[in-house]
């Protein structure tokens, strides 16, 4: 079964701290580069960051240095910690393999608000 699960989500103030996760299913995960990526309202979605299956990460400019990226193999989870947050992180998260397209299975996201 296909599964991609975003939790993690809220309500934060100008400079708070989130901690997204997602759980996905053995199909998507084993084996695959793993990223985070967001969409604003009347905005594409985009991709923030991005993990290999041994740890390398990298991410966009916007987020470097106060986003990071990790990932359980074990577990099949891939976590997004968020510090620093600005009114600009406010979108809907999502996790999927690097360069999943449009049409491809989406989780249902996790909405992320920072409040100034």
């Known amino acids: 079964q296909v599964q991609l699960v975003e939790s993690g989500g809220g309500l934060v103030q100008v400079g708070g701290s989130l901690r997204l996760s997602c759980a996905a299913s053995g199909s998507i995960f084993s084996g695959n580069v793993m990223g985070w990526y967001r969409q604003a309202p009347g905005k594409q979605r985009e991709l923030v960051a991005f993990?290999?299956?041994?740890?390398?990460?990298r991410y966009v400019d916007s987020v470097k240095g106060r986003f990071t990226i990790s990932r359980d193999n074990a577990k099949n989870m891939v976590y997004l910690q968020m510090n620093s947050l600005t009114p600009e992180d406010t979108s809907v998260y999502y996790c999927?393999?690097?360069?999943?397209?449009?049409?491809?299975?989406w989780g249902q996201g996790t909405q992320v608000t920072v409040s100034s």
């Open positions: 993990i290999t299956v041994s740890g390398t990460s």
């Open positions: 999927n393999i690097f360069g999943a397209r449009p049409v491809d299975f």
